[in-house]
Every structure is written in C-alpha cells, then in structure tokens.
C-alpha cells in the first residue's frame, strides 16, 4: 500500500491565499454599506473563498491510500472506490496564466457512483496516476482524448501518432509540481500562481 499526502508549504500557502481573499471580500460587507447588488457580488466571492479556505483546510487531516483492492481517501470526507468499481479516469490541466506557464492537474476517478478529485500538490502524483492509468488499462476502460494528452505530458505514455517528437520526462519547479508539457514545443508549469486551484477562476483547463 502506499500513501499520499498533500505538502503542508501547499496548504499553507494556500490558505493564505484563501484568507486574504475571504478578508477583502468579507471584510466590505461588514464595514462599508454597499448597494445590493455589490452586496450580492462581495457576497458571492466571500462565500467562494470560504469554501476554498475550508476544503484546503481538510487536507491537512486528509491522505490519499491505494491498493491491490482499491484507492481511498482518509480522514474528513471519506471516500473508497474499490478498483473492481472503478468506471472512469480523468486527467486534466488547469493554466492560471494566459501563457500557460503556471497551472496544476487534477486526477478524478468516479465508481460506485463516488467521485475522487486529487491534485498534483500531493506527493508522488505521477506515481499514483501511474498506478490509476494501469488499472484503467486491465479493466478496458475509455480515456478521453485530454486525458490521454495530458498522460503523455507527464512521460506515461508514448507520444501520440502526429506528435513531433516533444515528449519526455517531466521536469519539476521549486515547490515540487510537475511542469508538463501540454502542447507540442510549449513549456507548461504546474505551480501554485492563481486561485484556482480549487476551481475558482482557472483561466483554461484541459
């Protein structure tokens, strides 16, 4: 068995990202009247980055397990999908920038009508897409195009037919997140710049 956790400098990170977000956005509402429909907008973004500062809070009591029988998420929000329930796989990439330099990826896996999202700011991410990509593979199961493309980008796979020939191991920046190579000659960056990590506002996602 083998077992993933989220950095704690990510979660840190985020969470001060997530606060000074929720403390611009909440702190008008208290302080300053507003007509209702800024009440309705500072409201609405207050209540986004609340939830993001939460969720990005569980995961500092939150891991991630696989084995022969399966793949788990421990701690709040539990979640276990057996391997002999699982029914899709998905990879994608989020960009946070314009340029596509910085951004992050999501492996979602659904069975048993659950659904699993795990971000590349856990430890030993390519391993455990590995691990989900094998298991896809014996049960026969369809991976979308993106999927696949962003599986060639971390060097899981071989390049694609019309590929010119940019595939490769990926490399990593400072914090440890994998810097894909998401389109032919572009450098792609998994990295913490944006909100949207949590699907708040991700420029563009694959």
Same mark, same amino acid.
């Given at each position: 068995?083998?077992?993933?956790?989220?950095?704690?400098?990510?979660?840190?990170?985020?969470?001060?990202?997530?606060?000074?977000?929720?403390?611009?956005?909440?702190?008008?509402?208290?302080?300053?009247?507003?007509?209702?429909?800024?009440?309705?907008?500072?409201?609405?973004?207050?209540?986004?980055?609340?939830?993001?500062?939460?969720?990005?809070?569980?995961?500092?009591?939150?891991?991630?397990?696989?084995? !022969? /029988? %399966?793949?788990?998420?421990?701690?709040?929000?539990?979640?276990?999908?057996?391997? @002999?329930?699982?029914?899709?796989? &998905? #990879?994608?990439?989020?960009?946070?920038?314009?340029?596509?330099?910085?951004?992050?990826?999501?492996?979602?896996?659904?069975?048993?009508?659950?659904?699993?999202?795990?971000?590349?700011?856990?430890?030993?991410?390519?391993?455990?897409?590995?691990?989900?990509?094998?298991?896809?593979?014996?049960?026969?199961?369809?991976?979308?195009?993106?999927?696949?493309?962003?599986?060639?980008?971390?060097?899981?796979?071989?390049?694609?037919?019309? !590929? /010119? %020939?940019?595939?490769?191991?990926?490399?990593?920046?400072?914090?440890?997140?994998? @810097?894909?190579?998401?389109?032919? &000659? #572009?450098?792609?960056?998994?990295?913490?710049?944006?909100?949207?990590?949590?699907?708040?506002?991700?420029?563009?996602?694959?």
């Amino acid at each position: 068995m083998t077992v993933h956790r989220y950095e704690r400098g990510a979660i840190a990170w985020d969470m001060a990202r997530g606060g000074l977000g929720l403390l611009v956005t909440g702190l008008p509402l208290v302080v300053t009247p507003m007509a209702t429909t800024m009440t309705v907008i500072f409201g609405a973004l207050a209540t986004l980055f609340g939830v993001y500062v939460v969720r990005t809070w569980l995961r500092t009591a939150q891991a991630v397990e696989v084995d !022969a /029988d %399966g793949i788990r998420r421990t701690g709040p929000l539990e979640i276990d999908i057996p391997w @002999a329930d699982l029914d899709s796989m &998905g #990879l994608r990439y989020f960009s946070t920038r314009r340029d596509k330099n910085a951004g992050w990826m999501e492996l979602k896996l659904t069975g048993n009508g659950k659904k699993l999202p795990v971000e590349s700011s856990i430890d030993d991410f390519e391993g455990l897409v590995r691990h989900c990509m094998l298991v896809s593979r014996r049960k026969n199961l369809e991976l979308s195009e993106t999927t696949l493309d962003n599986l060639r980008a971390l060097g899981l796979m071989g390049p694609a037919p019309e !590929a /010119d %020939g940019s595939d490769g191991p990926p490399s990593f920046d400072s914090s440890g997140h994998i @810097a894909p190579k998401l389109e032919p &000659g #572009l450098r792609q960056g998994i990295g913490r710049q944006g909100i949207g990590r949590q699907g708040i506002g991700p420029d563009r996602d694959r």
